[in-house]
């Protein structure tokens, strides 16, 4: 969620004020970036070192029952929802069909009935510290998403390939300059306030459980990072989503009972 490109936010048919709001915002963002980043208890680079992470053993070894659950779901891949759908803003980087997403939680939304349909997925992920954000995240074969980054360095965002076709140099991700080949079962830390692009050059569907997590950051600059986490937790955008969610689950339910 949130994400921009650098420019293309402020190009993007708005009224003056609100260009001109979202310009601040931006910019503040950037600069408490410095802030944070020199409190941060985990690595600064593109890519993190997942050893401070230690509930990540955890949930990478339920691989198996999180990915029958995706299985079960991709039957009725065509009714998910497209990003855009859900969080809206996502138009600035995708606008077709392409990429697919499923949600469990947003920044203090929990889609609880989708958490019912993978409860052995929601039960590996919802006890996660500092977890903001978690869906299945599904590209369709040729998607690419364009150069783009993330609001601020306050969060670490966490992928647990669990499905990649081949050849697996096709599905990769660049972030920060630096090139990432997804690997099924090997999850991956990374810093989305980098510049990052993803491709997905193959013939097959790639699918990752996506997460967003709270950066640890050390005292004073925790309260900090936790104030804007929670400023985002009750903004338009994240409203947005609930609403959008929810009317999404209505019409997923209701096909299921068609």
Known sequence: MGQHKDEALLEVDRGPAKRAALWVAHTVLHGLERVIAAFSKVDTSPFIDPAPFTWEPGVS?????IRAELDTLLERRDELPNFQEISPDQELITQDDDWKTFFFCAYGMVA????????????????????KLAMFSILSPGKHIPAHRGPFKGVVRYHLPLIVPEPAEGCRIKVGGETHVWREREGVFFDDSYVHEVWNETDGLRAVLFLDIERPVGFPASLLNSAIIKAIT????????????????????AGARA
């Open 61 to 65: 070894g339920g691989w198996p029952a």
């Open 234 to 253: 009750l903004s338009p955008l994240v409203r947005d989503v609930k609403r959008n969610q929810e009317q999404w689950e209505q019409r997923f339910e």
């Open 112 to 131: 609880q009935k989708n958490c019912e349909l993978c409860p052995q997925t929601w039960a590996l992920i919802k006890d996660v510290p500092g977890l």
